[in-house]
């Protein structure tokens, strides 16, 4: 996935499963070609196993995508950012977003809890 670390390994179809598979790691490197929105989408799509370019992930319906890639991207002095997040909720999926790349998604549960 042009050199972003989104959880996939070549034989994996999703980002990396944490505990009970209905929470995931994603990791967004912020010097490859991949905006910090994109990573997202992506990352999402593949959780609701549906193709980004054929069912749009609704991400501008509950963030500003433009304000995530410039505070999730390197200071204009080169430095990595490695304070501040942001949480939202995206089709059933609540996110954690860190500055420092690492990214939280968690199916939300179901049964009222």
């Given at each position: 996935?042009?050199?972003?670390?989104?959880?996939?390994?070549?034989d994996?179809?999703?980002?990396?499963?944490?505990?009970?598979e209905?929470?995931?790691?994603?990791?967004?490197?912020?010097?490859?070609?991949?905006?910090?929105?994109?990573?997202?989408?992506?990352?999402?799509?593949?959780?609701?196993n549906?193709?980004?370019?054929?069912?749009?992930?609704?991400?501008?319906?509950?963030?500003d995508t433009?304000?995530?890639d410039?505070?999730?991207?390197?200071?204009?002095?080169?430095?990595?950012?490695?304070?501040?997040?942001?949480?939202?909720?995206?089709?059933?999926?609540?996110?954690?977003?860190h500055?420092?790349?690492h990214?939280?998604?968690?199916?939300?549960?179901?049964?009222?809890?």
């Amino acid at each position: 996935m042009r050199g972003v670390n989104t959880g996939f390994d070549e034989d994996d179809t999703k980002p990396i499963p944490i505990a009970d598979e209905t929470s995931y790691h994603v990791y967004h490197d912020a010097t490859s070609d991949w905006l910090f929105s994109e990573t997202l989408i992506n990352a999402i799509a593949v959780i609701l196993n549906t193709n980004p370019t054929k069912t749009p992930i609704p991400l501008t319906d509950v963030t500003d995508t433009d304000a995530l890639d410039v505070i999730f991207a390197d200071t204009h002095d080169g430095r990595e950012r490695n304070e501040g997040y942001v949480v939202f909720t995206i089709s059933d999926l609540d996110v954690f977003a860190h500055a420092n790349g690492h990214v939280f998604i968690r199916e939300r549960p179901t049964d009222g809890t």
